[in-house]
């Protein structure tokens, strides 16, 4: 083997292609089993980001349901999810374009199956003993499509509702109504009741859920509805009928979400109990950790310290962990003996895995994207724990710079870019994504932080960064930046940091409110958090009240923390990406920062792109992006990309370099 050449951090010559790492940002979600069939959707950027259900069996392989120009998506709570379902062949599914629900048969082509009308659908579910489809309907009559609201005033928002649709005319009936929101409805296997969640503002989804069951009536109404939990401070997820008519669901009222079972005498029992995750935050319709075979015995998801495995629990016997091979797993379902996921490792792609449950046959149906590099060339990344300010501990996924055919000179440790998840109410995870690799195999460190606020290590962790965003996940990332460079593992005058949407957010705060990182990207960063509070969906009218203060009382706490009202103390050079029809995040806000970089000299490069909203979806972008952040660490840092592309130009680096 040929001995490693010494170059510089940054520079090393990578097989990693940005055009490869664009290709690997194909998405995989939704699966479904039905009969012999396994499906699942795709979401791909050479197609604008369109949304694809596919098919695979074994006498046809993989084939699209959904032709283009179908985009197999939904906007209900902002963030859909629950695209579709799917019962003897037949698929529903909802369409972007026109929020109706279309009616597809084997080999046929979309047809609507609902009127047009001012809705939206998800989480979508047959009902199979019924014949019938049951929904969340969002009705946005009398909402403007882009209303904006005065200060001190919040946006007017969409009514939901539980409806049952008929699959051959469409006609729908409102089964569930009254509270803020719904989801997760689910008949039993008989069609004689029914569960559903619930919750009321100001509560997200893992604040506060009920659960409720019903019977259902001759004419498929729900009757006699009781809550089986009542709104006790406490997150209910995924409720499924096991074969014996007992209710499972994940609650984490023991500070963690995990297993218990309902029965209809009342009482409920904790299943498995352990200090682990079970589950997650609900941020969209369709998510699935838990499925239930025919012998009534549980397949779950078991996340701990951010690292998840698949474990069987039956009803009688001994549970325990899978021989699946993953550190992460999205979209879990189970029957006729089969069990369908999407697994990720840290060294090999996300894929659509099926396994035979009986034979513990695995099976891989699709992967996201093919990895073409020897895993020379991949870095694996390192679980540290860290201390922070409060006594606190955080999270995060050390990467160190990985390329067997180059090595750093020995007195130089190698710039760090430190990546903040959004959410924030959510986390990243130990799973390959050619993104991270692309900056790794070029000789950079990356550390991924869960910063405190970050699922996945409990409710109390969860939940400690309420009243504090804008103070922890910034304290978190400059802490893990420091921890590496006081071990030796990068270069503290080399630092940046990066995000996107709160990510975002906290990048651009911590260039206005610490003195830490050398340059930062934000990403359709949120710069105004009052703007974001005022104008925001339905879902997420209140999540900040949580986060930072209640609104408009707490406005100056909101003002304290915007990045927006503080430009001028951003002092390091930034690079700001952002989309044309971003509404969450408003171009405006974006262009407010550029300007005031721009009066002040203080280097910077802004990209926006047509045809992107909040989170870019097109490969065109995507790549363009990629290549622009790290040329701009390139000319930041000082040092010469192995790259021929061109490099961004970054205002007033020159002038900026000789202060």
């Known amino acids: 083997m040929t001995k490693p050449q010494v170059l510089p951090y940054g520079s090393w010559p990578s097989p990693i292609s940005v055009e490869m790492a664009v290709a690997g940002s194909t998405s995989l979600r939704e699966t479904r089993l039905d009969g012999d069939d396994v499906y699942w959707t795709e979401g791909r950027p050479e197609e604008r980001g369109r949304q694809v259900i596919v098919r695979w069996n074994e006498r046809e392989g993989a084939v699209d349901v959904t032709p283009a120009p179908f985009n197999a998506r939904t906007m209900a709570h902002e963030y859909g999810g629950g695209w579709y379902a799917v019962h003897d062949g037949t698929v529903y599914f909802a369409n972007l374009p026109d929020n109706r629900i279309y009616r597809v048969e084997r080999g046929g082509t979309p047809a609507p199956l609902t009127p047009e009308g001012p809705y939206r659908y998800g989480d979508l579910t047959f009902d199979p003993a019924r014949g019938r489809l049951l929904c969340i309907r969002e009705d946005l009559t009398g909402i403007a499509e882009h209303a904006t609201a005065a200060e001190g005033e919040r946006i007017p928002e969409p009514t939901e ?77 995924q409720p499924e009928w096991a074969p014996d008519g007992t209710l499972v669901f994940v609650s984490d009222r023991s500070g963690w979400w995990n297993l218990y079972r309902w029965s209809a005498d009342g009482e409920t029992v904790a299943i498995l109990p352990m200090q682990a995750e079970f589950a997650g935050p609900q ?11 025919e012998q009534g015995t549980i397949y779950a998801t078991v996340a701990r310290q951010g690292t998840e495995s698949i474990w069987k629990i039956p009803p009688d016997g001994d549970a325990g962990r899978m021989d699946v091979p993953g550190s992460y797993f999205d979209s879990l379902h189970v029957g006729a003996r089969r069990l369908v996921s999407i697994n990720w490792s840290a060294t090999e792609p996300g894929a659509v895995t099926l396994v035979d449950l009986d034979s513990g046959e695995l099976r891989l149906l699709r992967l996201a994207f093919e990895l073409e590099v020897e895993p020379g060339y991949v870095s694996v990344p390192e679980a540290i724990e860290f201390p922070t300010t409060d006594g606190g501990t955080a999270h995060a996924f050390y990467y160190p710079p990985t390329n067997r055919d180059c090595v750093g000179p020995v007195d130089e440790r190698p710039p760090l870019v430190v990546m903040t998840h959004g959410g924030p109410t959510s986390r990243t995870v130990a799973a390959l994504q050619l993104g991270k690799q692309a900056f790794t195999s070029r000789g950079f460190a990356v550390v991924d932080v869960n910063y405190r606020g970050s699922d996945g290590y409990g409710r109390e962790y969860m939940r400690s960064l309420y009243g504090k965003w804008g103070v922890y996940d910034i304290d978190d990332c400059v802490a893990a930046a420091r921890y590496l460079a006081a071990r030796g593992s990068v ?40 703007a974001l509070a005022r104008d925001t969906h339905k879902l997420e009218s209140h999540y900040l009240d949580q986060l930072i203060a209640p609104y408009p009382e707490g406005i100056s706490v909101y003002q304290e923390r915007s990045p927006i009202h503080h430009v001028e103390q951003i002092s390091r050079p930034l690079i700001v990406f952002q989309g044309v029809d971003d509404k969450v995040v408003p171009i405006a806000q974006a262009e407010q920062i550029v300007d005031a970089l721009r009066e002040r000299h203080i280097p910077y490069a802004y990209f926006a792109f047509d045809g992107e909203g909040h989170g870019f979806r097109q490969a065109a972008n995507i790549q363009r992006t990629l290549e622009a952040e790290l040329s701009f660490y390139a000319q930041v840092f000082g040092f010469d990309l192995a790259d021929g592309f061109a490099p961004v130009e970054v205002q007033f680096l020159a002038e900026w370099q000789d202060r």
């Open 161 to 237: 509702a539980i409806v049952a649709l008929d699959v051959s005319s469409g006609a729908a009936t409102v089964l569930v109504s009254g509270s803020d929101f719904y989801s997760t409805p689910r008949p039993s296997a008989d069609g004689r009741r029914l569960a559903w969640l619930t919750w009321h503002h100001p509560n997200m989804p893992w604040d506060e859920t009920e659960l409720w069951v019903a019977d259902v009536d001759a004419d498929g109404r729900p009757v006699n509805a009781r809550a089986v939990t009542d709104g006790d401070g406490h997150s209910i997820v």
């Open 283 to 293: 941020w969209v319709f369709g998510m699935c950790w838990i499925g239930i075979d």
């Open 491 to 530: 270069d503290p005058d080399r630092m940046a940091i990066r995000g996107g949407s709160a990510g975002g957010y906290t990048t651009l705060a911590a260039l206005a409110f610490r003195d830490v990182f050398g340059a930062g990207a934000s990403h359709f960063g949120v710069s105004d958090l009052e």
